[in-house]
């Protein structure tokens, strides 16, 4: 069974371009979470979402920031327009609703130059 | 507004003496508490976790520790392995606001062997 997979594990953009994200979540598991950890940093909830719903975006910046967890598919963080600001370790994480113990991914590190 | 706290950076033990790790928040809707571990380039894992109907939950070397008059848990580790050398993260979650985590901003633990 394998755990959330994350993909890619490094990404680098230059300012301006589109980083896309992605998240397969545990077999079973129909809950997605994205976090993003800035530099010395705790993790900070950005989205919660189910099959082709977004529950809570709470933590989403306003602009530029999208998600979706299609019905087929991993869910895709999406950030346009890339500033220096955005670089960050985003980690996905699945569930199964019964509980809280999340499965985290490895993360995806992004960096912006 | 920081509403989980851990106020020391970093923590350094002697192998097989005892490791504990604080956590303080101010939301007094948290119920549900949990300790998560991380090591460089990977995603934390879940380590333990209490209900705020208890005030202590054990798992071997691990016991959480709940004060909910003091707003206060604390992560004892006993006896400390040098591979117990990580980042732990204290989190929190509110039955109303869902699976979503609130983090606390990590505290270095190193054990020395």
């Known amino acids: 069974n394998a755990g959330v997979m994350q993909n890619p594990r490094h990404l680098v953009r230059r300012r301006g371009q589109e980083a896309r994200l992605r998240c397969s979540p545990m077999?079973?598991?129909?809950?997605v979470y994205w976090y993003r950890q800035l530099p010395e940093e705790g993790l900070k909830f950005m989205v919660y979402l189910q099959k082709e719903n977004i529950i809570d975006e709470s933590g989403m910046p306003k602009e530029r920031f999208s998600a979706e967890f299609p019905k087929e598919g991993p869910s895709i963080l999406r950030i346009q327009q890339v500033v220096r600001g955005d670089s960050a370790a985003y980690f996905c994480?699945?569930?199964?609703?019964?509980?809280?113990?999340?499965?985290f991914g490895s993360g995806t590190r992004l960096t912006v130059v | 507004d920081q509403q989980v706290k851990q106020n020391s950076p970093s923590l350094s033990v002697q192998e097989g003496r005892i490791s504990i790790l604080n956590c303080d928040y101010t939301n007094s809707m948290f119920d549900y508490f949990l300790w998560y571990k991380k090591y460089p380039a990977e995603g934390p894992t879940f380590l333990i976790s209490i209900s705020s109907i208890k005030d202590k939950n054990e798992d071997g070397r691990f016991t959480v520790f709940l004060n909910k008059s003091a707003k206060h848990l604390s992560l004892h580790i006993v006896p400390s392995q040098p591979g117990d050398s990580a980042v732990y993260f204290c989190?929190?979650?509110?039955?109303?606001?869902?699976?979503?985590?609130?983090f606390g901003g990590g505290t270095r633990l190193m054990v020395k062997p």
């Open positions: 077999k079973g598991h129909s809950h």
């Open positions: 994480a699945s569930s199964d609703r019964e509980n809280y113990g999340y499965t």
């Open positions: 989190a929190a979650s509110a039955r109303e606001a869902g699976n979503m985590l609130t």
